[in-house]
């Protein structure tokens, strides 16, 4: 098997903690049955900051992200192979519980998926089942929802049911209970993909505020969107990645041509 070159992204942040990667791969693969989605990766991304990941349909920007918080273990048809550290663990043998990995990695996807719940219990949904006094749950509650720019829009009604919001809202109450299990990594596959152009405004803001304190990876075929959020840019096409970098490099004539014509006319011949 030929390894691929490895990239590596240059953080700007050379503080001690951002030397070492959030996330790494070496001769990563992933399947479903016989075929091969992504193939042979190698890659580190930095810890904090926005590393956004574009490329066309079909690509593997979605089974990357899945397979990083290990979601596609649920399906039997898919398999992975090659080496991926998380936070300085295996992915596989360093997380023996996955829910301890996705704790540590939240994941928010394209269509909102808010459950039949109030606006709250929501939020707390991944703290099920876990003692804490009410005072302490409140406290989470607020301090997720202004996290997610969606307190003041909410803060009278966090009894309703989460279904009476717009799925803008809906949108940033799923980012909402993915941080209420303070996670150090979020993966957003095109969180603003189905969402109205200011819900989507919110969202990018937020990722902005928020990527100080934690590493987002986040998918979209919105290359401004890309160029206003991202520290980093990865650009996948068909499972292998075609370049990977500092955004102010990737946004440069120093880029490759296949990355400036994907840039520019969202086209792809690989
Ligand atoms: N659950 C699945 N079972 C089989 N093949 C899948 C599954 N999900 C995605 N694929 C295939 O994997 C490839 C990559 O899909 P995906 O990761 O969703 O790409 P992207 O998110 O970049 O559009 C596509 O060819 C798609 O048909
Ligand atoms: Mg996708």
């Known amino acids: 098997m030929s390894h691929a070159p490895h990239l590596k992204i240059i953080s700007d942040n050379d503080a ?28 580190d991304i930095p810890r904090r900051g926005v590393t956004c990941l574009i490329g066309p349909s079909g690509a593997g920007k979605s089974t990357l992200l899945r ?7 649920h399906n039997a048809q898919a398999s992975v192979s090659g080496k991926a550290d998380v936070l300085g663990r295996d992915l596989a043998s360093g997380y023996p519980d996955v829910t301890d990995l996705r704790r540590k990695v939240g994941m928010v996807f394209q269509t909102p998926c808010v459950f039949p ?19 302490e749950k409140r406290e989470i509650v ?5 996290a997610a720019a969606l307190w003041d829009e909410v ?22 209970r993915a941080l209420a299990m303070s996670p150090e990594i979020l993966l957003l596959d095109e969180p603003t993909a189905s969402i109205d152009p ?5 969202i990018e803001n937020l990722v902005m505020d928020l990527s100080p304190q934690m590493t987002i990876i986040m998918v979209t075929h919105n290359i401004a969107q890309t160029k206003r959020i991202s520290d980093h840019v990865v650009f996948l096409c068909d499972g292998k990645i075609v370049e990977a970098g500092a955004k102010t490099d990737i946004f440069s004539r120093r880029s490759l041509d296949k990355t400036r014509t994907y840039l520019t006319e969202e086209f792809c011949d690989c």
């Open 16 to 43: 001690p903690l951002a030397a070492m990667p959030a996330i790494s791969l070496k001769g990563f693969s992933a399947y479903y049955g016989e075929n091969c989605i992504i193939s042979d990766i190698t890659l």
């Open 67 to 73: 397979s990083l918080n290990r979601i596609n273990e």
């Open 117 to 135: 719940r109030s606006i709250s219990e929501n939020v707390l949904f991944g703290l099920r089942g876990q003692k804490r006094p009410k005072s």
């Open 142 to 146: 607020e301090r997720c929802l202004k």
């Open 155 to 176: 803060s009278r009604r966090l009894s309703d049911s989460a279904l009476s919001l717009s799925l803008g809202q809906q949108q940033r109450l799923c980012i909402a």
């Open 198 to 202: 200011v819900s989507a405004r919110a």
